[in-house]
Each structure stands twice: as structure tokens, then as C-alpha cells.
């Protein structure tokens, strides 16, 4: 069982940075491959980014490949998304996700067994 909660969200005008982090309870925090998935009001969730348990493989949407930078801190059992140049269609409630599955920084949403709770981002014009 892991349980997450996710922070770091806020109000940043467009080319701003804001970095989400992502805390897990439980001891194998290790063990899981974590990912990123946001949703903007009337969107399906969509992939954000993901890394493998060990960070040593990590898989970006085409739409933030550049400017975001997924990490793990195992020892802090947490996930990192670094978020640079940011733009109003970032904008949206940002989800991090735990799977024990394979493969390793899989892009699909429903691989995915825990889900922290969401964390608002706003990017202003």
C-alpha cells in the first residue's frame, strides 16, 4: 500500500517555474515506477511524465519534453516535477501516481494503482 500527497501547486505568470512534489508513505516507495498525470476543467487526464523505480529511465509527453524535468529522491520517498517555462495550457490539477507494474514509466493512466489527491496550477497570461 503507498499513500500519496502531492504539493507544490500554485499561481505562476506564463515563463515562470513552480517544482511538484510528491510525498509516499510506506517502506518499498522503491519499488514503484511514479508518474505525473494532469486534468484541465472539461479534459480527460492526460500523461504528464513517469520514471522507473530506480530514476534511471524516465518518459515525457511531447507537450512538456524541454521544460519539465521528472526525479526521485528514494531515500526522501519522493517524486519531483520540476516545471519550467511554463505556459496557461499547463494549466490544470496535476495527480501523482504509483504502479508497481511494468514497463517502467508507463504513459498509461490506468496502470496506475494510487493516486495522490491533486495539486492546483495555475499559469496566467
Known amino acids: 500500500q503507498v499513500q500519496l500527497v502531492a504539493s507544490g501547486g500554485g499561481v505562476v505568470q506564463a515563463g515562470g517555474s513552480l517544482r511538484l512534489s510528491c510525498a509516499a508513505s510506506?517502506?518499498?516507495?522503491?519499488?514503484?515506477?511514479m508518474g505525473w498525470f494532469r486534468q484541465a476543467p472539461g479534459k480527460e487526464r492526460e500523461f504528464v511524465s513517469a520514471?522507473?523505480?530506480?530514476?534511471?529511465?524516465?518518459n515525457y509527453a511531447d507537450s512538456v519534453k524541454g521544460r519539465f524535468t521528472i526525479s526521485r529522491d528514494n531515500a526522501k520517498n519522493t517524486v519531483y516535477l520540476q516545471m519550467n517555462s511554463l505556459k496557461p495550457e499547463d494549466t490544470a490539477v496535476y495527480y501523482c501516481?504509483?504502479?508497481?507494474?511494468?514497463?517502467?514509466?508507463?504513459?498509461?493512466?490506468?496502470?496506475?494503482?494510487?493516486w495522490g489527491q491533486g495539486t492546483q496550477v495555475t499559469v496566467s497570461s
Open positions: 501516481a504509483a504502479t508497481a507494474g511494468i514497463p517502467a514509466a508507463n504513459s498509461e493512466a490506468n496502470a496506475y494503482n494510487y
Open positions: 510506506g517502506r518499498t516507495f522503491s519499488l514503484y515506477n
Open positions: 520514471i522507473s523505480w530506480g530514476g534511471s529511465l524516465t
